[in-house]
């Protein structure tokens, strides 16, 4: 009777085990990070992907701790960084999953069209000239005295590091005084409510309530899809994922699928653009299937 009574109960435990692929990283990547670890059961309901954020840093971090299987990162790994890992037994292996056009973006009110790099630089940059936006012949609507407010991200955000590396340089820093948001959302959601602000965020969170600036002097370019993949447009970066080492097992699986179309198609719907060319099936609103 007793051993019966220990295998009822643990029927269940096994009957409800199943692989955990632990993926942390970049807030830029977490929403699709997400949407491909939803889509992922519908695959294979033995495998389930636990999706969390905190930025490039915090990914990079857990990758040489060796607490997750896949770190996301809007940047590259720091030579410091690739040392300590492997002073740890760890060898990160850098995957392209997608790209990203990192936009510029403006209060729905600011008439401003397009900006260049160094005017960018001179925002954003320690012992910046500009800072109003008088200084680049803009008056923006209800903004009190025409004082640009500057936002930006935290300095554990790979969006922070990789802004700072095109538009800055690697030998100069930011301005003091930006308002350093934790997440890309928050970037957007800021500059909707404030009619003063410029700020810098990843292409997917673009709503319809905010402006994107054209990027560039006679040649501008705006930041888009087309424009992230063949990479013309000025703040273009890939969007990566870290493996110890090359990928084998579930893990190799699961990547293999995010490179697939299915995986592409799903980066593609929320904005980003893919690796490479896709068709993908879109569903209309009277459920019919068609091909983009």
Not at 72 to 87: T, Y
Not at 161 to 190: A, E, I, N, Q
Request: hydrophobic residues 40%; proline residues 4%; contains cysteine.
């Amino acid at each position: 009777m007793r051993i019966l009574i220990i295998l009822l109960f643990c029927i269940p435990v096994l009957a409800d085990a199943r692989t955990i692929i632990q993926n942390k990283g970049s807030d830029t990547l977490v929403n699709v990070a997400q949407a491909w670890a939803e889509a992922y059961q519908e695959v294979t309901s033995e495998v389930s992907v636990a999706v969390s954020g905190g930025g490039s840093g915090t990914g990079v971090a857990a990758l040489i701790n060796g607490t997750c299987d896949l770190a996301n990162s809007s940047r590259e790994l720091k030579p410091e960084e690739i040392a300590l890992a492997r002073s740890r037994g760890i060898e990160p292996i850098k995957h392209i999953v997608g790209y990203d056009a990192l936009a510029v973006y403006l209060h729905k009110n600011n008439p401003l069209e397009s900006i260049s790099l160094p005017q960018l630089a001179e925002i954003y940059g320690e012992d910046a000239e500009i800072d109003s936006w008088k200084q680049i012949n803009v008056e923006v609507p209800k903004c009190k005295d025409q004082e640009m407010i500057i936002v930006g991200r935290q300095n554990s955000s790979g969006t922070y590091s990789y802004f700072r590396g095109v538009v800055l340089g690697p030998k100069r820093d930011y301005r003091l005084g930006t308002l350093d948001m934790h997440g890309s959302k928050d970037v957007v959601d800021l500059i909707e409510k404030t009619p003063c602000a410029i700020g810098y965020s990843g292409l997917a969170y673009a709503t319809d309530h905010v402006n994107r600036a054209c990027i560039g002097e006679e040649d501008c370019v705006v930041p888009s899809v087309a424009s992230a993949s063949d990479l013309s447009y000025p703040i273009a970066r890939p969007l990566l994922m870290y493996t110890n080492g090359e990928p084998v097992g579930i893990v190799k699986i699961y990547l293999d699928w995010i490179l697939s179309d299915e995986g592409q198609c799903i980066i593609s719907n929320k904005g980003y653009a893919p690796v490479r060319n896709v068709i993908c099936l879109t569903q209309d609103k009277k459920g019919s299937v068609y091909h983009e």
